[in-house]
Structures are given as C-alpha cells and as structure tokens.
C-alpha cells in the first residue's frame, strides 16, 4: 500500500476508527456468516442422513413389495394366497389408502 506522507495521518485516524468501532462490527459480521453456515452444515448432514434412510427404504421396498396394476401404490404381501386387495388384507381387514383392486401378487410387476 503506497501513500504519500500527507496522506498518512488520515489514513492512520481511519485505521484507528476501524479498530475503535468497525472493527468489532467486521467480527460479528463473520461470526454470523460463521453460524449461518455451521446451520447450513448441519442441515446438509440431516438432508444426506434422510436421503440415506430413503434409499434403505426404496431397497426394501424393491425385495418385498410389488406394484399395483391399477394405481401403481406399492402393496406389501405379509402371508397367505396370492389373491391381492390394493389397500387391505384381502381376506378383510388392514384398511389402508389403495384404490380396492383385485390383482395376482404373482403377475404384479416388482416395486422399482
């Protein structure tokens, strides 16, 4: 930095009010941009940890269930025949959100 020597005392009286009083502001400026990004930071971590869990269900989801032929909604076979209710144990019971087609678990195509 080159300044010539009438030109020092001012920028020493500037220097000197930067440390007085902007100086402290300049620190808690970066402390917050510190924070903000420590909290950017963690809610990229849980993103990954949800994503993680997400693709453990979509694994599972692939070994055990199979699609609907009408709607698509992934149906789960827990026992029994392979006679299949989309949204309820076919036999009765176990109402859950489906659209009520009757399919084959056999002929259904595999959840993706």
Known sequence: FRARCSEVQALRDR????IRAGRNKFLGEVRAANASEKAQ???LEESRARHADLEQDEAWKAMHCRCCPQCGRAVQKLEGCDSMHCGADYHGGNKQPGCGHHFNWASAQPYR
């Open 41 to 43: 930071l963690r809610a």
């Open 15 to 18: 220097w000197m009010e930067w």
